[in-house]
């Protein structure tokens, strides 16, 4: 994960628990674009912490049974630096690596005997570890920057409204296939088509503001998408392809093949689907991991700590997803 910047970074490194009775600490961050600036900016003191920030130019730090000889010459090297650092008496030292290429593990341990003239602790017999700061799973909460919970919600307000006019158009063109189509929605088949488009497009003209849209799985709400939730969650991955497989027929979407998001991957079903099939199962899916991924933000305390990059490209490939189904429906 490289898209980040000093202040976000220098925020997850002070969250960051320190091991006990550690004095010294080393994170790696992939960087795509310049990194110069970067580590100036992030050339900080936490309370009685010090962090310092090296841009690394060679291959230092990819090879696993280097790393305790490539920390002994990168602080060699940076000897005049870390010097100037220890006037002002630091207790802790975290070192921060900037570098193009990507980490292969999450964390690498190593002990280590600090330099005599080193600012925290000459001497001393330690052991350091060099953390992936991205990587790390202890790194934030669910409800964090890199998940971009405005942007999601924002998608599935577009996706809504656009599959909103596609049950017009099909209402507009077949009645009896729109009607169907509604008919296989929890609770709905006593309903026409016309009547929830109406109460579809009122709802959808209550919110106010896109990127804080909260779709619930609630029955009285009277929301397309809030609909298509209540199916997800009222049936299994199986039946759930019974019913993408009815909703494919009332309204075909088959010029080609959406690519589904990863939690679609993980929820395949064992039943046959056609191309149209598989694009209602991936959209239902795609749905509901958005319904979740915005409930588990606003609930963050619940969940725990999960890796910054795991929660950013999470979110990106749904952020993906909701935008071809926009642009295919």
């Known amino acids: ?40 900016d992030m050339q900080k003191a936490l309370d009685r912490e010090e962090v310092f920030t090296i841009v690394v130019r ?26 100037v650092l220890g006037e002002r008496r630091p207790e802790r030292l975290t070192i921060v690596v900037l570098v193009k290429e990507n980490f292969t593990k999450a964390q690498i341990g190593s ?39 405005d942007k999601v919600a924002e998608l599935v307000f577009d996706l809504e409204r656009v599959l909103v006019n596609a049950l017009q158009s099909l209402n507009t063109r ?46 009285t709400t009277n929301s397309l998408v809030s609909d ?7 049936v299994n991955v199986d039946d759930l392809a019974k019913a993408a497989k009815i909703l494919a027929v009332q309204l075909p979407k088959d ?20 191309t149209s099939g598989k694009n209602w199962f991936a959209l239902l899916v795609g749905l509901y991991q958005a319904y979740q991924l915005m409930n588990a933000a606003a609930h963050a305390g619940d969940y725990g700590h999960y890796a910054p990059a795991l929660i950013h490209h999470s979110s ?11 642009q295919f429906f």
Not at 228 to 234: D, E, I, K, N, Q
């Open 316 to 326: 990106r490939d749904l952020q993906l997803f909701l935008e071809d189904a926009q």
């Open 58 to 83: 060679d291959d230092s730090f990819t090879v696993p049974n280097r790393i305790l000889a490539d920390m002994h010459q990168l602080l060699e090297s940076h000897k005049d630096l870390l010097n």
């Open 111 to 149: 002990p280590i005997t600090l330099p005599s003239w080193f600012p925290v602790r000459p001497g001393l017999e330690t052991h350091f570890f060099l953390t992936d700061l991205f990587g790390s799973p202890e790194g934030t909460l669910l409800n964090c920057p890199e998940a971009r919970i």
């Open 1 to 40: 994960m490289s898209a980040v910047d000093a202040t976000r970074a220098i925020e997850l490194i002070s969250n960051a628990a320190w091991p006990a009775d550690e004095v010294l600490r080393a994170f790696w961050i992939q960087v795509d674009g310049p990194r110069d600036g970067m580590a100036q």
């Open 255 to 274: 010029s080609r093949l959406l690519k589904p998001p990863y939690l679609g991957v993980m929820l395949r079903p064992r039943a046959l689907l056609t």
């Open 228 to 234: 298509m939730l209540r199916l997800f969650l009222s």
């Open 174 to 219: 077949s009645a009896s296939a729109a009607n169907a189509f509604i008919a296989q929605l929890p609770n709905r088949d006593s309903q026409t088509a016309s009547t929830m488009l109406a109460r579809y497009r009122t709802h959808l003209t209550t919110v106010a503001a896109p990127r804080a849209y909260r779709p619930n799985a609630g029955e």
